[in-house]
T-cell receptor
Framework: GEDVEQSLFLSVREGDSSVINCTYT??????LYWYKQEPGAGLQLLTY?????DMKQDQRLTVLLNKKDKHLSLRIADTQTGDSAIYFC????????????FGAGTRLFVKA | AAGVIQSPRHLIKEKRETATLKCYPI?????VYWYQQGPGQDPQFLIS???????DKGSIPDRFSAQQFSDYHSELNMSSLELGDSALYFC?????????????FGPGTRLTVL
């Protein structure tokens, strides 16, 4: 079945690293994504990783994928107060197109 | 760069009324997706279109219908609105040329049903 799970809350101090974890169930996922949503705003694609990769780094963001365990993580280095938002893990499922299945979102609180 | 455009941005309707949401994809994108995000919820896939044909269907109620037009814009029609339809509705687009898996999301339409 299609299911994406992630913890609901994470609190870190400014300057620390944040690690948001996610597990998914569909082994046919081709791409896995991290989206950021600020209050009342739309979805911002932060980064994505192809399922045959195990790591991707993009400036302060590092994505790690353990395909065997179906585990995805997002590490934000030097977390800033502007990083406070909800972070959605998502997977794309091939059907007629590539619909995206989202996790419930992790709310990141960054304390100054 | 042009992004996905959705209109209206906000919409207030009463129960049992109808609503039409519009989505204008990024130029040269041929695939459109609709998602519904209830308060405090994650976005749920509703329906998608490729080249004006429905390509996939998710948890879209029978009261809703959608279509993609020849200019690739899409409309989501919602009838007999219920209080539970209050949500943020996102449209996303992608292109079969290039990275098809990269969906670009619009800012959303916030629908409030009273």
């Amino acid at each position: 079945g299609e299911d994406v799970e992630q913890s609901l809350f994470l609190s870190v101090r400014e300057g620390d690293s944040s690690v948001i974890n996610c597990t998914y169930t569909d082994s046919s996922s081709t791409y896995l994504y991290w989206y950021k949503q600020e209050p009342g705003a739309g979805l911002q694609l932060l980064t994505y990783i192809f399922s045959n990769m195990d790591m991707k780094q993009d400036q302060r963001l590092t994505v790690l994928l353990n395909k065997k365990d179906k585990h995805l993580s997002l590490r934000i280095a030097d977390t800033q107060t502007g990083d406070s938002a909800i972070y959605f893990c998502a997977e794309s499922i091939a059907g007629g197109g590539f619909k995206t299945i989202f996790g419930a979102g992790t709310r990141l609180f960054v304390k100054a | 760069a042009a992004g996905v455009i959705q209109s209206p941005r906000h919409l207030i309707k009463e129960k049992r009324e109808t609503a039409t949401l519009k989505c204008y994809p990024i130029p040269r994108h041929d695939t459109v997706y609709w998602y519904q995000q209830g308060p405090g919820q994650d976005p749920q896939f509703l329906i998608s279109f490729y080249e004006k044909m429905q390509s996939d269907k998710g948890s879209i109620p029978d009261r809703f219908s959608a279509q993609q037009f020849s200019d690739y814009h899409s409309e989501l029609n919602m009838s007999s609105l219920e209080l539970g339809d209050s949500a943020l509705y996102f449209c996303a687009s992608s292109s079969t040329v290039g990275n098809y898996n990269e969906q670009f999301f619009g800012p959303g339409t916030r629908l409030t049903v009273l």
